[in-house]
């Protein structure tokens, strides 16, 4: 991917703002706006920084927390950390944090709307609501028109959970095109391990 236009839309701060620890060469932050709010995404730099939290864990018990595959469904595209900042930064879709609201408040990526992998598991009300503002309708004969639907990234807790696939193949067993489904695998794991920013959506209201 060329983030040429990351290095654009930096230069300007990054005369006045000296980053260690950059997310690319000459990239040493990125801003990105969600809700009327601006949050600044950039990478830890203290150089003796490391993981604490839970997510400093290698090893969790299984079932449930198997190795999930790199790709969630053939026509799905795995995300890594620069195209996630690339999809948030320039609007391209909806980026959904898949998890249960208990891990989402602790922590979360910046812009991300919580809308747990259990609502897309089972036909109610509030998967109907959530298809709706996904840009799903009916056509004329009562089907599903996924004709505008929106592009989503889902993420989670790492390559070790399974709710961002549980939701990805959820949706895709009602008709929600694989095409239009991103999956950045490292999750929440991968991201802190970055020393990338995190907020604490409680907080942050």
Known sequence: MNFKIFSTLAAASCLLYANSVEIVKGVPYIEVESNGKTYRIEREQKPDSYLTNTFAL???P???FFIEPFQAAPEVE????LELLDFIKHKKGLFIDARL???YKKSAIPTAQNIPFKIFLSDTPERESILKSLGVAYD???NLDFSHAKTLLFYCNGAWC?????????LMEIGYPQEKMKYYRGGMQAWQLLGLTTIVPEEDK
Request: charged content about 10%; hydrophobic content about 15%; glycine content about 12%.
């Open 62 to 64: 299984s079932p449930p």
């Open 78 to 81: 795995t995300y890594g950390e």
């Open 140 to 142: 004329k004969n009562g």
């Open 162 to 170: 399974g709710q961002s696939p549980t939701a990805i193949h959820a």
């Open 58 to 60: 290698t090893s969790r």
């Open 101 to 103: 609201p208990n891990w």
